[in-house]
């Protein structure tokens, strides 16, 4: 199972743009990739260890822990990187 991580908080446009943009990659991989990647959507508001890593970079994008991208998410890079992940 791959995990994509999307950190973010409420009322953040460019979080709101990284949530839709994970939606429509995940459904339009192939279904034998999208079941194995498992979305996790964490808030700074909520964490304050994210917020003191993260809270200049939202939205962030992790995949399996590691750093894909912040601010504005490419689907096409994503996708890619999703696809390498689950193999």
């Not at 990284?18 to 996790?40: D, H, W």
């Not at 890593?53 to 994503?78: A, C, N, Q, T």
């Amino acid at each position: 199972m791959t995990t994509l991580t999307l950190i973010g908080k409420p009322d953040c446009h460019l979080c709101d743009v990284a949530s839709e943009v994970v939606e429509a990659v995940i459904a339009e991989l192939p279904a034998a990739v999208a079941e194995r990647v498992e979305i996790v959507e964490r808030s700074i508001a909520d964490d304050p260890a994210l917020h003191e890593r993260w809270w200049e970079k939202i939205p962030v994008v992790l995949i399996d822990g590691e750093l894909h991208g912040h601010w504005r998410i490419s689907p096409e890079r994503l996708s890619d990187a999703l696809k390498e992940a689950v193999g």
